[in-house]
């Protein structure tokens, strides 16, 4: 039997880098919301986390920066090596901070700068509907519980509920392209310096970079070893660690020999592979009956903006709407709760109406705001990605006459300022 309960006012679905973020912004803002996730526990999917500037800001902005900064050296320059011919080039990097951090850090880092009962485990979110007399959000969860916020923030990722079902914005595409990512441990010192290297036989690319003088992040990017059978599937495949590692080594081959070793000395708990690399069309952002709130309900993250990994822009991202939700939320929220005080316990419908129109307002300012940013990041790695994914020569040559055109400036996202809180 269905039971009701009433956790907090505002409720942020999925316990990610966005959703962690988002409440942190709110506390920050002396605003209390509980986090909803699925999973027992707080999981950190992937290995590292490349941030350049502008998540440096947001992670200012969190009270969080400080502290991660500990944790990873500074990345100063970057070197491009053909496998093929041996040309080394110069990698560009952009002029700002960029560090790699360990995912789990920061995880762990937000988490733990939450106030208790924030969050709030094995909590599956089945559906998310408007009281057509309050228009305030109904949260239906697995386990028959029923939950009554005024307000719901969708950061449940790529695969996002409240984003596909709520609004229906199901606008995920699918590149060819799929990345296994890990770390690799040296007892003494890897010896790589702060440098981030790109190594490329035409068919694979590897990334190095360091996050301590022990600890290194990596990243091979190649064809995906199960190809999406069409535009409508939704899966990602995963392999054990060991097969992973086993599968990775055999797309090295003909690499320098301290990349096989590096592989090959991995930390397995560490593999990721993401099989089937999802993203958001840039122009789905922009069109005609896009929305992304739908009365007291909105969405931040991938939940919005999934785009492919090409800028190490997805995390950042998340970061800066975090922050930026959080402005244009409290100012509202203040005069809501004023509103409400000052009513009666069972306050007229048209005075709960005006209050949800604050809300409403705050969400709409913080969309508009985000759209632009987002739409931007989200071209621009569509076009890298299309260089790299695309099998036409064609293609390829548009894809860069176009990046040439709309972003001359390749570092121009990371010296974005998301603002204060």
């Known amino acids: 039997m269905d039971k009701e309960e009433n956790i907090c006012d505002i409720v942020i679905v999925g316990a990610g880098i966005c959703g962690l973020s988002t409440a942190l912004a709110l506390h920050r803002k002396g605003i209390k919301s509980v986090v909803l996730e699925r999973a027992e526990t707080i999981k950190a999917k992937g290995a590292g986390i490349i941030v350049h500037s502008n998540g440096w800001r947001a992670l200012d902005q969190l009270g969080i920066a400080s502290n991660l900064r500990k944790t990873a050296i500074l990345v100063q320059s970057g070197q491009y090596i053909t496998i093929n011919s041996g040309v080394r080039k110069n990698l560009a990097i952009g002029k700002g901070e960029l560090r790699c951090l360990k995912r789990a850090d920061v995880i762990r880092s937000l988490a733990e700068s939450l106030p208790p009962q924030t969050l709030r485990f094995n909590s599956q979110v ?16 697995q386990d028959g519980t029923r939950l009554n916020p005024k307000v719901v923030i969708g950061c449940d990722g790529v695969k996002s509920l409240i984003s596909n079902d709520t609004f229906g914005q199901n606008y995920t595409k699918y590149l060819s392209t799929s990345v296994v990512r890990g770390f690799t441990n040296y007892e003494y010192s890897h010896g790589f310096g702060n440098k981030f290297v790109v190594m490329s036989d035409g068919k694979a690319q590897l990334g190095r970079m360091p996050v301590t003088h022990n600890l290194v992040y990596w990243f091979v990017t190649r064809k995906c070893t199960i190809p999406p059978s069409s535009q409508s599937s939704t899966r990602d495949h995963y392999d054990s660690p060991a097969e992973i590692k086993e599968s990775t080594l055999r797309t090295m081959k003909g690499f320098p020999k301290e990349v096989v070793e590096m592989i090959s000395k991995s930390v397995l708990s560490s593999l990721h592979l993401t099989d089937i690399i ?26 919005m903006h999934a785009m492919g990994p090409f800028l190490a822009q997805g995390g950042s991202a998340a970061l800066e709407d975090a922050v930026v939700l959080a402005r244009c939320l409290a100012p509202k929220l203040y005069e809501y709760y004023y509103c409400s005080s000052s009513s009666s316990p069972s306050p007229h419908p048209h005075l709960i109406r005006s209050n949800t129109k604050m809300v409403e307002e705050a969400f709409d300012e913080y969309l508009k705001e985000r759209k632009k940013r987002v739409f931007k990041l989200c071209m621009e790695s569509y076009l890298v990605g299309l260089m790299v994914d695309t099998p036409s020569s064609l293609l390829k040559f548009l894809a860069g006459i176009a990046m040439a055109l709309l972003f001359p400036d390749p570092f121009a996202h990371s010296s974005y300022d998301c603002g204060r809180l």
């Open 126 to 141: 089945c559906s998310v509907e408007l009281n057509p007399f309050t228009s305030h959000p109904i949260i239906q969860l």
């Open 278 to 303: 999802k993203y958001r069309a840039p122009w789905s952002l922009l069109g005609i009956g896009t929305r992304f709130r739908r009365g007291t309900v909105t969405v931040a993250g991938d939940a």
